[in-house]
């Protein structure tokens, strides 16, 4: 099997999306690699992974509303606050949403839906430097 | 290691979930693999794959009437409203459950529990064309 | 391709989490891969596996406690109650995590985050015998 390990350091702005597609198309496309999987991790617990529409940001802004109103920062229902009110609902988001992704390589590039983009989701109010790290696997074609 | 790349395309009736263990299974039969891992990838954002308790039908029911209530269609948090009060709540259903899931694989077929089922999740009210990317991967065994 | 596959047997004491990690930890090292990855398999739809934060248990209380609330035992909107006002709720939960996760290994050990523990969430009241499956893969180095 080829087979390619490499990372990603991403400095997120704070709470909000910073599209991956092109980092890790980049990657992909240095592995070798013509068929298989690409799995993308995430080392944090309050920032994560999604795959979400690309062509209309309105979307993302959508989603960002809806986690705000469902996980609201310094909720009675949290006691974990010594971090700071939006930090234990950057832990439930990054649980409802995901830390890995295993995405599908062919022809050496990510096989994505035409709407689907990959969005490191910093959950945090302030910037964090977020480390991710890179596998990408291969059939043997 | 031995690998397998297929393709399945499924006809929703609009929003629900229709079982896909059986189609994935064969797969997996045909594959050669006796044991790894078949990695199961949906290609849109309105549209995710669960597994799911499988003898029950109202277990699914109640799922859909759990996400309808959490995220309800046309709600005033969303403002990407031009594809229909249906599309912004079918990305944040797909964003909660998953675009793709990874399901061992021994003796040639899924191993799967008991009562586990796997599901592709039509999030939209109508009908869709809705394309998975299945990569079936084998340990040297 | 290295690859090993391993069962992991895990009786919980009902609702609540069970840290995982040094028991894949040394499946992993066992597995005699040095990079690759490390698939993690609940065969179940009533428990699940999440990556929390692993240095204040109050995380993960709190995580119940939003939980509870999010999908509240015996909700009107469930109908199937057969087992229990707990067992609807522990579906939707494990849907809204994940039934398995896929970790990065580098030197023959888990590559996580400092404050990334993997941990079983077990979703029933009750206590049940859950079962997990790994399957550890290398890339060629």
Same mark, same amino acid.
């Given at each position: 099997? !080829?087979?390619? %390990?490499d %990372? =990603?350091?991403?400095?997120t702005?704070? !709470?909000? #999306?910073t $599209?991956?597609?092109q980092?890790v198309?980049?990657?992909v496309g240095?592995?070798?690699?013509a068929?298989?999987?690409?799995?993308?991790?995430?080392?944090?617990?309050?920032?994560?992974?999604i795959?979400?529409e690309n062509a $209309? @940001?309105s979307? %993302?802004e959508d989603l960002? !509303?809806?986690l705000?109103d469902?996980v609201p920062?310094?909720?009675?229902?949290f006691k974990h606050m010594?971090?700071?009110?939006?930090?234990? @609902?950057?832990?439930?988001r990054s =649980? +409802?949403t995901?830390s890995?992704? #295993?995405?599908p390589?062919?022809?050496?590039r990510l096989?994505?839906?035409?709407?689907?983009?990959?969005? +490191?989701y910093?959950? !945090?109010v302030?910037s964090?430097?977020r480390?991710?790290?890179?596998?990408?696997?291969?059939l043997d074609?």
């Amino acid at each position: 099997m !080829r087979g390619h %390990r490499d %990372r =990603i350091v991403i400095d997120t702005q704070g !709470r909000g #999306t910073t $599209d991956l597609t092109q980092q890790v198309q980049s990657v992909v496309g240095h592995s070798g690699v013509a068929t298989g999987l690409c799995h993308v991790f995430c080392l944090h617990t309050s920032a994560s992974l999604i795959l979400c529409e690309n062509a $209309d @940001p309105s979307v %993302r802004e959508d989603l960002e !509303r809806f986690l705000a109103d469902a996980v609201p920062d310094g909720s009675p229902l949290f006691k974990h606050m010594s971090e700071g009110p939006d930090d234990m @609902p950057a832990h439930v988001r990054s =649980i +409802l949403t995901s830390s890995s992704v #295993t995405l599908p390589v062919e022809h050496g590039r990510l096989l994505l839906g035409t709407w689907q983009g990959l969005y +490191l989701y910093e959950h !945090r109010v302030g910037s964090h430097r977020r480390r991710l790290i890179l596998t990408v696997t291969g059939l043997d074609d």
